[in-house]
């Protein structure tokens, strides 16, 4: 067994303590990575919080991983010790479904396992990236493009994939207008990929106090959605609306601002459920849909994406220590945009 140093939480309401955990001796196909950064989700807020549900504690959250490979298993053929990598929200899937075969693991209908608050296929609970080291299988290892730094490139296996896969799916592009709901981690890494994209794009947000950073990644518009008249004036107005926000919002009153055929997408987790008023949907042929993570495939496809465009996320780099801190400001939206915890403090 590999021992990483780590931090964890023993409860909804504890704080975050030092910690040692085991990592699982290489099998075969195994690569084990020095964690160099790991980005701080708001479903990890969510999950040590216990809102989605019980969870085994402790718990190491974190599943936006960038390190470099130190050692690999003897029949691993995609990395070598040195590599730059990274891993997301799932560290492996039943690899048979007829989603595993489509390169959409995500949607494993066995289901995937999870980077943390999961069990592994060896019956121990997975555990996540506030932590010095991790194994995992190179299936769900993914390549980190040169030109984007590990700090910077932690986010984007979650927050960068979470926009991208829905932005890609629904065909965001040149002559789509594509508003993005709420400026925060997710939806700050949205705006940038789908102006990069060809996209018109329009931030909604509830004031206008981050117009100036919303313009600048790439917005053409920004409206305050704490003002009514904003309804009134764009309704049926965009081809996609991606909602990233991760709070009860008014669904049917978003639903009015799409076009014939447009689609509200979420992609936000709030813990309640939301209500939607039919006559929302079935009076333009409108569709409220949902999105998770994408696939491996499609992760790297999107790394690479952003390595071509210099795509990278707003970042602020914290210490171990900062974590409980941290996750207060994230729910106050205190931050701009992802805090990433530099591991060599744990």
């Not at 504890?14 to 701080?40: C, N, Q, W």
Request: hydrophobic content about 40%; glycine content about 10%.
């Amino acid at each position: 067994m590999i021992t990483a140093k780590a931090r964890a939480v023993d409860g909804p309401d504890k704080p975050f303590r030092a910690a040692e955990i085991e990592r699982r001796d290489l099998d075969s196909h195994d690569v084990l990575i020095e964690i160099k950064f790991a980005g701080i989700c708001h479903s990890d807020i969510h999950t040590a919080h216990g809102e989605w549900g019980p969870v085994n504690y402790p718990l190491v959250p974190g599943h936006e991983i960038a390190g470099i490979v130190t050692d690999v298993g003897p029949e691993v053929t995609k990395y070598k010790v040195g590599d730059r990598v990274g891993v997301g929200c799932m560290v492996d899937s039943c690899g048979d479904c007829e989603n595993c075969r489509k390169g959409e693991e995500q949607y494993c209908l066995k289901g995937n396992i999870p980077t943390y608050a999961g069990v592994d296929k060896y019956g121990e609970p997975t555990q996540g990236g506030y932590s010095t080291h991790i194994v995992v299988t190179e299936g769900f290892v993914v390549k980190i493009p040169d030109n984007i730094e590990l700090d910077a490139a932690a986010p984007l296996l979650c927050a960068g994939i979470t926009t991208y896969s829905p932005l890609n799916h629904w065909g965001a592009g040149p002559g789509k207008k594509v508003a993005v709901v709420g400026l925060g981690g997710l939806g700050h890494m949205a705006v940038k990929i789908a102006h990069a994209m060809g996209a018109e794009v329009t931030v909604l947000s509830q004031s206008l106090k981050k117009k100036e950073d919303g313009l600048q990644f790439g917005a053409s518009d920004y409206y305050a959605t704490s003002d009514p008249e904003t309804f009134t004036k764009l309704a049926g107005s965009f081809d996609l609306i991606i909602n990233t926000v991760s709070a009860s919002i008014d669904i049917s009153a978003y639903l009015s601002l799409l076009t014939l055929d447009g689609t509200l997408v979420n992609v936000g987790a709030p813990a309640e459920p939301l209500a939607v008023n039919v006559f929302s949907l079935i009076g333009h042929r409108r569709s409220f849909a949902g999105s998770m993570i994408g696939g491996i495939r499609e992760t790297q496809e999107m790394l690479d994406f952003c390595g071509k465009h210099n795509i990278v996320p707003q970042i602020e780099v914290i210490s171990a220590d900062e974590i409980d801190e941290a996750y207060k400001r994230v729910l106050t939206s205190d931050v701009k945009y992802r805090f990433v915890i530099d591991t060599s403090t744990i």
